[in-house]
C-alpha cells in the first residue's frame, strides 16, 4: 500500500526511537531496545547502567523519579521499557508505576533488594511487568526486551481481534507494518506476526472473522455484556468459557473473551490503584446518575463507540464512562453534579478546551464528566468495583489539572496546533455532538465530546501524544485527540487524566494522528485495561480494516457512534480536518473502541478509518503512536488523506461514510502506528 | 617481571577476597562489565560505593543517637545500603547490613546499636582491603603502559 510505504518512511523517520532508523535495527533486536532506568543510588544506577549498555541497549538513566516522569512525558515514544527501583525519596517507585502505566503505557520493571512477598506483589497489582531482586545479574536484563514485545503483541492481538484483519484484510497493512516492523522491532513484527499466524490458525475467529465480519470490537453494549457477565460469574470466578457462554454473542469466540478478561482484569487491578486519586471524581460521577442511567445502559462501551464515532464520544464516553463508574458506585446523589457538569462542559467545554489554562479546570470538570458519561466498559455491575477506579479515575481526572500541567502544555500546545482549524472543528464538534446527543445519551457525552472535540481539534496536532495516554479517556482523545488537555482525558479519565492531555502535545500536526491517538487514548482509558489493550493489539493492520469495517458496521449498533461519526464527519467535513478528524475520529473511534470500546465506536466512527488508524496508533503503541502521528505532521489538513496505510481501513470506512473522506488522513497515522509497533 | 610479580599479587589479593567471602561473584560480575572502554569501571564503582556507604554509615549513626529513633529512617538507609552492597558484592557487609535490619526490625535498640557497630566494622574493613588492591591495580596498569 501507498500507506505503508508512506507510512514506513514516515513513521520512521519521525521520531523518536531508535526503532526509526529501524530498518536497520530490526535485525539487531533487542539491541537498541531503549531503557530508561530510575535509581536514587548512584552506586546501582552506574552498575544498572553499564549492565544495559552491555546488553546493548540504549540507556538513560534518572536518579530522581521526577526527572524521569518529565523525561517521559517529553518524549512518550522515546522509550521502550522503564527500570525503576522501589526505594526512592522523592516518590515511591510503584506511585511512578502508576503514572508511567497510565500515562505512557510502557512496560515497567520494579527492581529493589527487598524480596518480600508483600512488595513483589505490589508491582504485580500496580501493573509491573517484572520485578528484580538486586543486586540485579546482567543476565536478568538481557531479557527484558520480552515484556516489550509482550506487550506490543498484546496490542495487536486486540486489534486483530476487533477486525477479521487476520489476514486477508491483513494482508495489505502487514505488509505496512512489514515495513515498520523492519524498521523497527523486528521483534515486535515477529511476535504480531507470529501471533497472528497463531491467530489464524487457532482462532476460529479469525476465519469467520475475515470475511466480513470486522475484527471484534469491544462497543460499549458488547462489552456491558461482558461485565455482566464477568460479575455475574465473580470476578474471580470468572473464566473465559462461562463468560463467552453468559455473553451468547454469536461470532465471539473464546479469545476474544479471554483477551479481553485479561485487560479487563489488569484495568481493574489498576483502578483500585488509582481509585484514592480518583475518589473525586467518582463521586461526581456517581452523581450523574440520571444521565448516567442512559448511559450506564451504554455502558462504556456505547460510550466508546460514540466516541469512536464521533467526537462526542471521546468526551461523551468519558463522561459515561465516568458516569458509569461513577454510577455503579455512587449513582445516587451525584447524578445531578454531572449533569451539571455535563451542562457545563457543552458550554465550557469547547471553550474550555480551547482556552488552555481553563482546560485544566475544564479537564477537570471535563473528567469528571467524561467519567460519569462514559459508563464505558465499566459496566454498572463492575462499576462497584469500578467505582473505586472511577474514583480513582476522577482523581485522576482531577489529578490531571495537577499533571494539568501537562494538560495546558497540551492544551496550548494542541491549540498551537491546529488551533484554528481545530478549533473550529471542535466547534463544530462540539454542536455536532450536541446535537448528536441521542447517541450517547449523550448529553453527557456531548459537552464532553465538545470539549474533547474541541479540544482535540486544536490539539488533534498535538495529539499523538495523546495516544499515549493509556487507556485512560477514550472519549475526549477519541474525539480530539488534541484535547490531550486533561479535560480530554477525562474519557480517558481513568487513568491518566493529567496525562491525556500531554499526549495531545505532541501535536505534531497530524491531527488525524491526534486524534487517532487521542481516541486511543480515550478510548483506550476506560478499558484502561483491556479493551483498549485489545485496540491497541488489534493494532493497525487489523485495524485499519478492521476497524473501518467496524466502524461502519457499529454504526449500526451503535446510535451513538453513528451521530458522533457524521458529527464528526460534518465537523470534519467543514474543516477540511474533518476528514481528518474523521480519521480521527475514526481513529479514535478505532481506538477507542479498540480501546474502550473496541467493539462499536470503531464503527460508527465512519472514520473509522481514521478511527483505526488512530487506533492502531493509539493501539499499537504509544510510541508508535506518536512516530505515526509525527508522521501526520505534514499537515494538519493533509495528514489525514494521506495517511497511508489506512488505504484498507480508508476503503472500509469509505464504504460507510463517503464523507468521510478524511479517514485516509488517519490511516495514515493508523498505518503507521500499526506499523510502528517498534520496540 | 615486575608486572608479572604485581599480577599475581593482585591475583591473590582478590582471590583471598573470594575466599573469605568478602566479595561475592557479583564482583565478578561488574568485572565482566569492565572492558576496553572502562578498564576502571569496577574501581570506579567501588569509589562511589565506598563514598556513598560512609555517608549512609554516619546518618544512621546520627540517627541512632537522636531520641527517639527514627527507626524508619535507619531502616531506609539500611535498605539502600543492602542494595549497593549487594550491586558491588560487598558480601560480609551485606551481611551484617542484614542483620542489623532484622534487629532493628525487633526493636531491640541496644542490639541495633552493637549490631551497627559491627556493621561500621566490617565497612571498615572492606574499605582497608579493597583499597589497596585497586590502587595496586591502578600501579600495575600504569607501569604496565609505560
Known amino acids: 500500500m501507498n500507506v505503508s510505504s508512506v507510512k514506513g518512511s514516515m513513521s520512521i523517520s519521525s521520531s ?9 535495527i530490526s535485525d539487531q533486536f533487542p539491541a537498541g531496545l531503549r531503557v530508561l532506568v530510575v535509581d536514587d543510588d548512584p552506586t546501582c544506577l552506574m552498575i544498572l547502567e553499564k549492565m544495559l549498555i552491555a546488553c546493548l541497549y540504549k540507556v538513560t538513566k534518572c536518579n530522581r523519579a521526577e526527572t524521569a516522569l518529565s523525561k517521559l512525558r517529553e518524549n512518550k515514544n522515546g522509550y521502550d521499557i522503564v527500570l525503576s527501583d522501589v526505594h526512592m525519596p522523592d516518590m515511591d517507585g510503584f506511585k511512578l508505576l502508576e503514572h508511567i502505566g497510565l500515562e505512557m503505557d510502557l512496560p515497567v520493571i520494579m527492581m529493589s533488594a527487598d524480596d518480600g512477598k508483600q512488595v513483589v506483589m505490589k508491582g504485580v497489582t500496580h501493573g509491573a511487568c517484572d520485578y528484580l531482586i538486586k543486586p540485579v545479574r546482567i543476565e536478568a536484563l538481557k531479557n527484558i526486551w520480552q515484556h516489550v514485545v509482550r506487550k506490543r503483541k498484546n496490542e495487536w492481538k486486540e486489534f486483530e481481534q476487533s477486525g477479521s484483519v487476520e489476514e486477508g484484510d491483513r494482508q495489505p497493512k502487514q505488509s505496512d507494518d512489514a515495513d515498520y516492523s523492519s524498521s523497527a522491532n523486528e521483534g515486535n513484527w515477529k511476535g504480531s506476526k507470529k501471533r497472528k499466524d497463531e491467530e489464524e490458525e487457532t482462532d476460529e475467529r479469525d476465519d ?15 462489552h456491558q455484556q461482558f461485565v455482566a457477565a464477568v460479575n455475574q460469574l465473580g470476578i474471580d470466578k470468572a473464566v473465559p468459557k462461562k463468560i463467552l457462554e453468559l455473553m451468547n454473542v454469536p461470532g465471539l469466540t473464546r479469545e476474544n473473551v479471554a483477551s479481553h478478561l485479561q485487560k479487563y482484569r489488569l484495568y481493574l487491578r489498576r483502578l483500585s490503584g488509582v481509585s484514592q486519586h480518583q475518589s473525586n471524581l467518582s463521586t461526581i460521577i456517581s452523581a450523574q446518575d440520571p444521565t448516567f442511567g ?19 464520544p471521546a468526551q461523551s464516553l468519558a463522561r459515561l464512562q465516568a458516569a458509569g463508574l461513577g454510577r455503579a458506585t455512587a449513582k445516587s446523589g451525584i447524578p445531578i453534579t454531572l449533569v451539571d457538569q455535563r451542562n457545563i462542559f457543552s458550554f465550557e467545554n469547547p471553550k474550555l478546551r480551547f482556552g488552555e489554562g481553563q482546560q485544566q479546570h475544564m479537564t477537570n ?13 465499566m459496566e454498572p455491575k463492575q462499576l462497584v468495583s469500578l467505582r473505586h477506579a472511577a474514583q480513582s479515575i476522577g482523581n485522576m481526572n482531577m489529578q490531571v489539572p495537577p499533571h494539568g500541567a501537562q494538560n495546558s502544555q497540551n492544551n496550548p500546545l494542541l491549540m498551537q496546533m491546529g488551533q484554528q482549524q481545530q478549533q473550529s472543528r471542535g466547534q463544530i464538534l ?4 450536541i446535537n448528536h446527543a441521542p447517541r450517547l445519551s449523550s448529553s453527557m457525552g456531548q459537552p464532553i465530546l465538545s470539549n474533547g472535540i474541541a479540544t482535540n481539534v486544536s490539539s488533534r496536532n498535538g495529539i499523538p501524544e495523546n495516544i499515549r495516554a493509556p487507556g ?7 474525539l480530539n485527540f488534541p484535547v490531550n488537555h486533561a479535560s480530554e482525558l477525562p474519557g480517558n479519565s481513568f487513568a491518566l487524566g493529567s496525562t491525556p492531555g500531554v499526549s495531545i502535545l505532541t501535536s505534531k500536526g497530524a491531527f488525524q494522528e491526534d486524534v ?21 493489539q488489534h493494532k493497525p493492520q487489523s485495524w485499519e480494516l478492521q476497524n473501518v469495517g467496524m466502524a461502519f458496521d457499529t454504526s449500526q449498533h451503535s446510535n451513538s457512534l453513528q451521530g458522533n461519526l457524521d458529527l464528526t464527519q460534518s465537523a470534519l467535513g467543514q474543516q477540511g480536518f474533518s476528514s481528518g478528524q474523521m480519521n480521527g475520529h475514526n481513529r479514535s473511534a478505532a481506538v477507542a473502541n479498540k480501546a474502550m470500546f473496541s467493539t462499536g465506536d470503531v464503527k460508527e466512527l465512519g472514520s473509522a478509518q481514521n478511527v483505526n488508524q488512530h487506533l492502531n496508533n493509539l493501539l499499537v503503541d504509544n510510541t508508535i503512536r506518536v512516530k505515526s502521528e509525527r508522521v501526520c505532521d505534514t499537515s494538519p489538513a493533509n495528514i489525514f488523506p494521506d495517511h497511508f496505510g489506512q488505504d484498507d481501513l480508508m476503503s472500509a470506512l469509505l464504504k460507510q461514510q463517503e464523507s468521510v473522506a478524511s479517514s485516509e488522513n488517519e490511516f495514515d497515522f493508523d498505518g503507521y502506528s500499526m506499523n510502528n509497533i517498534p520496540v | 617481571m615486575e608486572s608479572k610479580h604485581v599480577h599475581e599479587q593482585i591475583a591473590a589479593m582478590r582471590q583471598s577476597f573470594f575466599n573469605e567471602e568478602v566479595l561475592n561473584k557479583n564482583f565478578s560480575q561488574l568485572e565482566q562489565l569492565e572492558g576496553k572502554d572502562n578498564p576502571n569501571f569496577v574501581e570506579e564503582v567501588f ?38 552492597s549487594a550491586s558491588v558484592g560487598a558480601n560480609k557487609v551485606l551481611k551484617e547490613v542484614n542483620k542489623t535490619r532484622q534487629v532493628l526490625g525487633k526493636g531491640n535498640l541496644e542490639r541495633t546499636k552493637a549490631s551497627i557497630l559491627e556493621l561500621r566494622k566490617e565497612y571498615d574493613s572492606f574499605k582497608a582491603k579493597l583499597e589497596p588492591y585497586f590502587q595496586l591495580k591502578q600501579a600495575n596498569s600504569m607501569a604496565q603502559e609505560k
Open chain 1, 365 to 377: 470538570k471535563q473528567q469528571v464528566n467524561l467519567l460519569h458519561g462514559i459508563p464505558t466498559t
Open chain 1, 16 to 24: 523518536t526511537s531508535t526503532w526509526k532508523a529501524g530498518d536497520t
Open chain 1, 516 to 536: 487517532n491517538s487521542e481516541i486511543k487514548g480515550s478510548g483506550g482509558l476506560m478499558p484502561s485495561y483491556d479493551v483498549f489493550n485489545d485496540l491497541n
Open chain 1, 472 to 478: 485512560y479517556s477514550q472519549t475526549p482523545s477519541m
Open chain 1, 294 to 312: 442512559s448511559l450506564s445502559s451504554l455502558s462504556g462501551l456505547d460510550l466508546q463507540t460514540l466516541a469512536a464515532t464521533g467526537q462526542l
Open chain 2, 47 to 84: 569509589t562511589m560505593y565506598l563514598r556513598d556507604s560512609i555517608a549512609f554509615l554516619e546518618t544512621i549513626e546520627e540517627a541512632m543517637k537522636t531520641i527517639p529513633i527514627d527507626s524508619i529512617k535507619v531502616d531506609s538507609i539500611l535498605h539502600q545500603l543492602k542494595g549497593s
Open chain 1, 208 to 222: 469467520t472473522s475475515t470475511l466480513k465480519k470486522p475484527r471484534v470490537v469491544w462497543s460499549v453494549e458488547l
Open chain 1, 430 to 433: 462540539v454542536d455536532s455532538t
